[in-house]
């Protein structure tokens, strides 16, 4: 079965810090997809940032940026220069890429500090 | 471009009643998804949608959750009855390819 860990449920950073919150999963595939989903309160799910299995490279979105280790089958997000706006719940996803159904984490909830 | 909608955004019920949510996906985007989010807990797909067919239903409580996708558009996802724990929010999303899916606001239903 395919699952996605995020083992850390709570987070705090300082305005203008930066903060890494960490997701494992668990495939024997090579070619799926990664995102990274933020839900601020009573507010919609948006998408963060995705990253292709294929490529090497982190991908990065602005402030943030991801730490693609596929061998270690982790996935985790950076945010950099945190802003109070940051203050969400963060779900990090994953899909096969002839696949159907996103697999997500418990969420990790993260709360930046003026 | 718009996004996904949905209505309503909050509906409080009592147990054993029926309710109905609705949800407008993005223009274009052939797949549709509906997630039941619990409190504290990520999103759960309950249906998947490709145009006007099921893709998976695996994780529908069919026996009170029914969902349909009138002419690949708009879908309606019904409960009935409703149990005390069906509170939850649900969400709507679409996606043009199986990869970013694009979310609506969610409709929050209390069950009492």
């Known amino acids: 079965a395919q699952t996605v860990t995020q083992s850390q449920p709570e987070m705090s950073v300082q305005e203008a810090e930066t903060v890494t919150l960490s997701c494992t999963y668990d495939?024997?595939?090579?070619?799926?997809?990664l995102f990274w989903y933020k839900q601020p309160p009573s507010r919609q799910m948006i998408l963060v940032i995705r990253?292709?299995?294929?490529?090497?490279q982190n991908a990065t979105e602005n402030r943030f940026s991801v730490n693609f280790q596929k061998a270690a089958k982790s996935f985790s997000l950076k945010i950099s220069d945190s802003q109070l706006g940051d203050t969400a719940m963060y779900f990090c996803a994953f899909i096969y890429n002839t696949g159907n159904q996103f697999y997500f984490g418990t969420g990790t909830s993260l709360t930046v500090i003026p | 471009e718009a996004g996904v909608a949905q209505s309503p955004r909050y509906k409080i019920i009592e147990k054993r009643q029926s309710v109905a949510f609705w949800c407008n996906p993005i223009s274009g985007h052939a797949t549709l998804y509906w997630y039941q989010q619990i409190l504290g807990q990520g999103p759960k797909l309950l249906i998947q949608?490709?145009?006007?067919?099921?893709?998976?239903d695996s994780q529908l409580p069919k026996d009170r959750f029914s969902a349909e996708r009138l002419k690949g558009v708009d879908s309606t996802l019904k409960i009935q009855p409703a149990k005390l724990e069906d509170s939850a929010v649900y969400l709507c999303?679409?996606?043009?390819?199986?990869?970013?899916?694009?979310f609506g606001p969610g409709t929050r239903l209390t069950v009492t």
């Open positions: 990253q292709e299995a294929y490529k090497q």
């Open positions: 949608f490709q145009n006007n067919g099921v893709v998976d």
């Open positions: 495939t024997s595939e090579s070619n799926y997809y």
């Open positions: 999303a679409s996606s043009w390819y199986n990869y970013e899916q694009y």
